[in-house]
């Protein structure tokens, strides 16, 4: 049996419970890219971020029989490797780097940045969020990425609201040092005649 | 208004999460000046950006799936459809064609409700369930879950008897509710264990992190923080609750056991609950009162944490009877 090119979430858990590879590589070329980033997100290693998805999908496939998703499946992958790359740091016992305290941040800010062209504002936030200290990273993309409030980032890493809160205003306020080179004014009064006229 | 409080601020505008006090003073900052106003287009222009983090990795799905191919084949046959069912498939028919007649009456005279599903698991058995709202449920040996396809109205209802793990995903809007076979657990969003066997004329309910209301009929509501446990007694209508509790029950479904001078009663009582075993406690006095020491993780088997605590206070494993145990001589160390 030939599955549709566009299956449903459903008719893929069906055909995985009949125990279907076909199913299986369909869920696995789909979702792969997807999973691989949650987990690079919380565990910036390519090789632990790939080991920890093949993880997660092949629990999947040993799990088939036993398996209810009633959501989508792409939530349910989601939220597993998530939960296992934060395991792994736990089990682990990693060492999270917590960098400074005190951010020398003047609060003058990057004017110019709102106008740098998106593609490169990309690269520097991506190169930005890479080089914030561990703890501070993962109370960022917890937030960011996968949605949830203090309470529940205080839960899942078993640090207090009070230290979440100060770990997020950390992190948007050294990402917004990071893009401090781009602020110089020249540059930002060239970019907004470019901005005007492309505009 | 320090600039800490600005920025975080500035933060739960984005992810929506401003209080109706919170709103008041993002406007007032607002309009408080021009710089405060390219603060927050900036903020939010690096938040939106982010979003796409991280582009630059991009793993080779056709190497990884070839990869994974290979593990895929490395797993075990599941076991073969059950044969119990084909020979006695008349008898099923017979039932079925009798409930789905019963069903369709049933239907024409009821006003629509919503789809239900219901999971069973039998013994030695595990079911994962995953939830639209991003709830997932595992279920434990012998139990029944009954839940609808959809959560629609107030709260989110789900019937329980057996044992189960919840992790609930939070929504202060819409209440998650477990009716158990005693009581009934409401939360918001959190995780934690309910073990509710009908007919077993106890249940429990432990909290592993964030805040749970226990109900019980005609007695004041329990509410459960992280290592809060309540054990309700049917017989003596009475529930104890303790704190600290040892999150070793929870074993069946983390894997990790860790004991930590815990003495070897209750170190049994959880290999008990956990693998449904039993002991011949009667006949293991001299021992009973030892304490063990020692950590379990990656989801051992019974045999081996019995075979470790046998070897460490000299005392040799007798199974009596399938699934009996006893521990004979030793002493503790």
Known sequence: MSLPNKATDQELMRALAKGQEEAMEVIFRKYYTGICQAAYRILPDPAVAEDLAQDVLLELWRRR??????????????????????????????????????????????????????????????????????????????????????????????????????????????????????????????????????? | MNHIDRILLLHKRLTGRLTDSDRRE????????????????????????????????????????????????????????RPLWRRNIMRVAAALLLLVSAWSVWQYTQPRPAAMATVSTAADQQQIISLPDGTQITLAENSLLTYPENFEGETRDVKLSGKAFFEVAHNPESPFVIEASHGTIEVLGTSFMVRSYAGNGEEEVLVKTGKVKYQLPEKEAFILRKGDKVVYDQAAHEAVKSTNASFNALAWFTGDYNFSGVVLEDVLKVLEQNFGLSFQMDKMEQILKCKVSGSFPNHPSAEEILAAISLSFDASLEEVNPNQYVLTGGTCK
């Open chain 2, 26 to 81: 993002y406007n007032r900052l607002m309009k408080s000046g021009e710089k405060q106003e390219k603060e927050s287009q900036l903020i939010s222009r690096i938040w939106e950006t982010s979003g796409s983090y991280p582009n630059s990795f991009q793993p080779n799905v056709d190497k990884a799936w070839l990869q994974f191919k290979e593990k895929m084949d490395d797993q075990p046959v599941p076991a073969p459809m």
């Open chain 1, 65 to 199: 029989d036993e398996l209810h998703i009633s959501g989508s499946i792409s939530a349910y992958l989601r939220r597993a490797v998530v939960n296992r790359a934060l395991n792994y740091i736990r089990d682990q016992r990693l060492k999270l780097k917590e960098g400074e305290d005190a951010i020398n941040d003047s609060g003058e800010d990057a004017k110019a940045v709102a106008l740098l062209e998106s593609k490169d504002l990309e690269k520097q936030i991506d190169q930005a969020i890479e080089n914030l200290p561990d703890r501070c990273r993962l109370v960022f993309v917890l937030s960011r990425f996968e949605e949830l409030t203090y309470a529940e980032i205080a839960e899942k890493l078993d640090i207090s609201v009070k230290t979440v809160e100060n770990q997020i205003s950390k992190a948007l306020k050294l990402l917004r040092k990071a893009l401090a080179p781009y602020t110089d004014k020249n540059l930002g009064v060239l970019l907004f005649l470019i901005f005007l006229l492309g505009g």
